[in-house]
């Protein structure tokens, strides 16, 4: 069997993150790297095209993800069907639940089965709504999304502006969930199947939540508090600019006591509204979160760990999405690769439909 190559390209907020991943045989090589720096809005293009630029990929084919306001992402109840007659009802069920013209959305729904789930792409070139088998209730649960189509055209627009031939359009949330799935499909066991994970990715604009039980996702949001809010506290309380903020946030030194207090509140915000979210998910499902596993660049922040074990009660684990993952150490330096282990959840989970693609 011939090597296969794609590139998750996780376009965060503040940092644009690229993996390659190569399957051979049962083997899944991490065979690229490449993180840049968005110093600011109006800079997308311009890092993008560098960061292609720089080459470094044996493949343009590339899977990325939408996130924000305008993506809509739904667990909803049906009658039992099958995926023909869901495609069908969707199109008339949507308008229930999105708060967008059906005729303005591009929409793509998937029945949730108790175990693996392969979520649904919004945009995915040349391949229709993925299908598995029926479940036997005459209840399913199903996954329903979203998003604008004049947003998918833009941000399709722009990947083959600078070179890359889309493959997928995916969602940050479901990204986080496929990367945990590979990391314990290529080690097996090493997850039990009744435990519920929440995998949380704090970023730089905002964090996201999915909740697993054993591989499957039952709850998935995004929350608007992150990384560069706590930038922008610690930049009002000792009134410098946001790249001085930036770089105390990151290496207190001496200020780390004024730093720890002044993101308190911010991180105390943040914990609430997760919080809210594993509350929900109780009620609804009658299960209590029992490990949260952290993600993103803006889970580094110093005291963050303390409040995570103040608000749930127990100690945050910090994954790394690249441990299953082969790395060939004459091309990437094992040091490097741990320490930016944080960042690369969302674009090993992108690149990991590698092993859901049709042969
Ligand atoms: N050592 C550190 N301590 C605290 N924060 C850090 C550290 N290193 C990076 N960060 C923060 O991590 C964030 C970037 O992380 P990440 O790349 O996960 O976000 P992003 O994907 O760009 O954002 P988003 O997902 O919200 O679009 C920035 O807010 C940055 O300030
Ligand atoms: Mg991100």
Redesign the pocket.
């Given at each position: 069997m011939g090597k296969r190559s794609l590139i998750g390209l996780?376009?965060?907020?503040?940092?644009?993150?690229a993996v390659e991943l190569t399957e051979s045989r049962d083997q899944v090589e991490l065979s690229a790297l490449d993180?840049i720096e968005?110093p600011g809005p109006g800079h997308l293009r311009d890092a993008l095209r560098e960061l292609v630029g720089r080459g470094g990929f044996h493949t343009r084919r590339t899977v990325t993800a939408v996130?924000g306001r305008a993506v809509i992402v739904r667990y909803i109840t049906m009658p039992t069907m099958t995926d023909e007659e869901l495609r069908n009802a969707v199109r008339y069920e949507a308008g229930k639940y999105i708060p967008f013209e059906v005729e303005d959305v591009i929409l793509d729904c998937q029945r949730l089965d108790e175990e693996g789930i392969a979520a649904p792409a919004v945009a995915s070139p040349g391949s229709g709504m993925g299908s598995t088998a029926a479940t036997k209730t005459d209840e399913m649960r199903v996954l329903l999304v979203a998003v604008k189509r004049s947003f998918i055209d833009d941000h399709v627009a722009l990947l083959e502006e600078i070179g890359l031939v889309p493959s997928i359009v995916d969602v940050?949330s479901f990204a986080l969930g496929n990367a945990f799935e590979l990391q314990n499909v290529l080690r097996p066991g090493s997850h039990p199947v009744d435990r519920t994970v929440a995998l949380v990715?704090?970023?730089?604009?905002?964090?996201?939540i999915n909740i697993l039980v054993g591989l499957a996702s039952y709850f998935t949001r995004e929350i608007y508090v992150?990384?560069?809010d706590?930038?922008e506290a610690i930049g009002k309380r000792l009134t410098i600019d946001p790249s001085q903020a930036?770089a105390v946030?990151?290496?207190p030194g001496p200020r780390t006591e004024e730093v720890r207090e002044t993101v308190a509140s911010v991180l105390d915000d943040l914990c609430h509204e997760i919080f809210l979210s594993f509350d929900y998910f109780k009620t609804q499902f009658d299960r209590e979160v029992d490990e949260i596993y952290l993600?993103?660049?803006?889970?580094?922040?110093?005291g963050?760990d303390e409040t995570f074990q103040r608000t749930f009660g127990k100690q945050p684990v910090r994954w790394d999405p690249t441990e299953a993952l082969t790395v060939r150490a004459d091309r990437m330096n094992p040091a490097d690769l741990r320490s930016m282990a944080?960042?690369l959840a969302?674009p090993i989970g992108l690149a990991s439909r590698i092993r859901k693609e049709e042969r």
């Open positions: 996780d376009i965060g907020s503040r940092m644009i993150k993180v968005v996130s940050d990715d704090i970023g730089s604009y905002k964090t996201n992150a990384g560069s706590f930038t930036e946030k990151r290496n993600s993103g660049g803006g889970s580094l922040l110093l963050l944080p960042l969302v």
